[in-house]
């Protein structure tokens, strides 16, 4: 293993078999693994040298007499050895093993050993291994918090299932070292820290003591001398069971953390002060129990205060064996960034660390529900499996870039993270007097410039990005002209964007039909001019489309690849903007969306709607026109994701499972809204004034993988952020 000045890059897949009463959950089936013979050679585009990688027992032995079929395992392991990656060989994570042992009997430490050495026999190059992944975090979901098989809670089974894993991890390395003495342990765990009022620190004390727990025991420090020693005692451990890490210690090569912004905790007894989700207690005393970046405290905390203490505390060698964050791309970089800086500093201090793991490469599933049951919601990694196919994301850059030149700038990691924002939820402050500094400084990044900050769509850019602290300019028709170059290239010196978004546009479709030269010249040659010049200047470009582009005559979703043939003036200067965009800018990002609703535009059809029926008034819809309703708000959020990830050419953006008349549109939010949806009548668009021609059916669906959340979830959201920001329940209007 290399030792540079800096730190490691690593990698890891997220790579748990957890067992719920009888049913084993796989995220390497969950997000394709097993099929997909191309993402080794994704991970080494990133530059990645040492990985994280799963050869899991109850995969591989699911039966004590399965004769085990290596071929999968054998064409992985040996193509990394081609691709000159080393693996890390986990064994077991977050498993209970095969259904044939179990934690209380030795079968699962006895198991995982005859296991180990089959793994070891049959790659006897193989030099790291993790035989059993974080057995502090999976005895506290087994034996304490019942999530997990076999779903016990109480002191004892907690300290069985967590000896069984130790023992399991040590008799492991001692089998595979008979075969490979040069094996290394790199072993793995959470890395948490509990804070509380006084009341509740007796409770802090024992679970930070805990938390250094089983790197103690195969270290052979646990001894009776120590705190937790007589805690597992009196919790009914025998002390043989203790004995058996001082005379077979098997200190870690490496000591592997795993830390989330959910790892750091603060009990409180004023339960009043929390949401009841994080109501909780431990039978003496009932607490919140909440991550400490919700709450504001007077104490140091964060990784490089926890490094710290594992280094003083182990004096091994440290490394971050899973940095991951779910959240909006630019978060996800800052969050990596932070840690890789965080972790650089503390090398240089002195504290013997070396690497950061990119976790979850290509995401995981169902940790909302802390795997409980199957599939749950996906979050993406480095690479984004939405489509079925690995898309490489922002992360993907950042990583390559980490690895080339151990370093990587973008303007967007100047912006503060959501952890560190003054604007957070904050729902308790320990601090005296809390100061918040709320002067403006101007950003000295470069910034993504809005043109067309009126409209819709250029005010919600505004909105999000202030919410996503992405720092922004926004320009006005009299600010800047689209069809003039030289206007542009000018704004374009003053300001040195590094990503233009033209939100402007010609927007009346029935208008458009008489004057077609002012519909072509906001819609055609303005954005045409603009993806020109953004090449000349390598700035990344995204403009907008329409599912006018289409002529209706499919009677399912529209896909990128569909062919336009536009009906109607719009329709035609946006289909042939689209062509030439491409042409001049083949990096051109182009987004075809459709139906926009949202809570900051008082005119869109939704938000009438609802002024018209909280009136009294009839409104009326047709029902002969298919359209796929948007939520503004989740169009641009993802539009701001595809610019980081430096996507290019068409793409669809609309809410998933929300094909629709508007007719059915106008039902569907009068109803969820509580309103009198026999005031929405239906019509025929032929009925209907009407000077542009019409798609019957213009629903838009993606063939990119690119999934804006449900319908139905969008118009809840909607209908919450419009009633605070339009209306009251008292007052209409």
């Known amino acids: 293993m290399e030792q540079n000045d800096h730190i490691q890059v690593w990698g890891g897949i997220e ?7 009888d049913t084993y959950l796989d995220q390497l089936e969950y997000c394709g693994h097993y099929d997909r013979e191309t993402d080794l050679d994704l991970i080494h585009s990133l530059g990645i040298k040492m990985l994280r990688y799963p050869i899991l027992w109850e ?47 030795g079968t699962f430490e006895e198991g995982l050993a005859a296991y180990a050495k089959l793994v070891a026999e049959r790659f006897p190059w193989a030099e790291y291994y993790t035989p059993v992944n974080e057995p502090l975090t999976t005895a506290r979901f087994c034996g304490l918090y019942g999530h997990w098989y076999p779903h016990k809670r109480d002191n004892y089974s907690f300290f069985k299932v967590l000896l069984s894993e130790c023992k399991a991890t040590v008799l492991a390395m001692e089998t595979i070292r008979k075969i490979n003495p040069e094996a290394k342990l790199i072993q793995t765990e959470d890395l948490g820290k509990c804070h509380a009022t006084p009341l509740l620190q007796y409770q802090a004390d024992l679970e930070n003591e805990r938390r250094w727990v089983s790197y103690e025991l195969l270290s052979g420090k646990l001894t009776p001398d120590k705190v937790m020693w007589k805690y597992m005692v009196d919790s009914g451990i025998d002390e043989s069971e203790l004995h058996f890490f001082l005379e077979h210690n098997c200190p870690p090569y490496i000591c592997g953390f795993n830390y989330y912004l959910t790892s750091e905790r603060y009990l409180d007894e004023k339960l009043s002060r929390y949401p009841e989700q994080y109501h909780g207690g431990n039978g003496r005393h009932s607490y919140a129990d909440i991550e400490t970046v919700l709450v504001d405290l007077d104490v140091k905390t964060g990784p490089s205060v926890l490094l710290k203490e594992a280094w003083e505390r182990l004096q091994l060698p440290l490394a971050i064996t899973e940095c991951h964050l779910h959240s909006k791309r630019e978060e996800q970089m800052r969050w990596f960034n932070e840690m890789w800086k965080t972790l650089n500093q503390l090398k240089a201090e002195g504290v013997d660390i070396r690497a950061i793991t990119a976790w979850a490469l290509f995401g995981l599933y169902g940790w909302n529900s802390l795997v409980t049951r199957p599939w ?8 984004n499996l939405s489509s079925g196919t690995p898309r490489p994301t922002a992360l993907a850059t950042f990583l390559k870039m980490l690895n080339r030149n151990n370093a990587y700038e973008h303007p967007v990691l100047e912006g503060q993270g959501w952890w560190k924002s003054e604007k957070r939820r904050i729902y308790y402050s320990s601090r005296q007097s809390l100061k918040l500094n709320t002067a403006k400084v101007a950003p000295s990044c470069r910034p993504v410039l809005i043109v067309g900050k009126t409209g819709t769509l250029g005010y919600a850019f505004q909105k999000i990005a202030e919410g996503r602290n992405i720092h922004f300019i926004a320009t006005s028709r009299g600010d800047m002209s689209i069809t003039d170059r030289e206007q542009i290239e000018a704004t374009m010196r003053k300001f040195n964007p590094w990503a233009i978004i033209n939100a402007a546009g010609f927007v009346d479709v029935d208008a458009a ?34 599912d006018l582009v289409f002529d209706g005559e499919k009677n399912e979703p529209y896909l990128e690849s569909d062919a336009p043939n536009p009906l109607n003036v719009y329709g035609r200067s946006k289909a042939l903007a689209e062509q030439e965009m491409l042409a001049v800018n083949p990096d051109s990002l182009i987004v075809r969306t459709s139906s926009f609703f949202g809570p900051w535009d008082k005119h869109n059809f939704a938000t009438s709607l609802i002024v018209s029926l909280k009136n009294n008034r009839t409104v009326q819809a047709p029902t002969d026109i298919c359209v796929s309703p948007t939520y503004v708000p989740d169009l641009v959020n993802e539009c701001y994701n595809l610019l980081l990830d430096d996507e290019s050419g068409i793409f669809h953006l609309v809410n ?5 008349s508007w007719y059915e549109f106008a039902r569907k939010v009068a109803e969820t809204a509580g309103l009198d949806s026999s005031l929405v009548r239906w019509n025929k668009l032929s009925r209907m004034t009407s000077k542009a021609e019409r798609p019957r059916y213009s629903a838009l669906g993606s063939e990119k993988g690119i999934k804006l959340p449900t319908f139905d979830d969008a118009l809840l959201r909607y209908l919450e952020a419009v009633e605070n920001a339009y209306f009251s329940r008292k007052k209409v209007g």
């Open 376 to 383: 749950g919601d996906y979050e993406p990694g480095v690479f």
């Open 513 to 546: 039909e008489t004057m077609e030269e002012d519909c072509l010249a906001a819609n055609c040659i303005g954005p045409v001019l603009l993806a020109d010049l953004c090449k000349k200047y390598g700035i990344k470009f995204l403009s907008f489309s329409s």
């Open 59 to 105: 995969k591989h032995q699911p039966e004590p007499t399965t004769v085990i079929d290596w071929s999968f395992a054998d064409r992985r392991l040996n193509r990394l050895r081609e691709l000159e990656i080393t693996p890390i060989v986990g064994l077991v994570h977050h498993g209970s093993g095969p259904r044939y042992v179990n934690f209380f009997d």
């Open 656 to 660: 998933q499972q929300g094909e629709m």
């Open 15 to 21: 790579s748990t078999i957890n067992r719920v009463k």
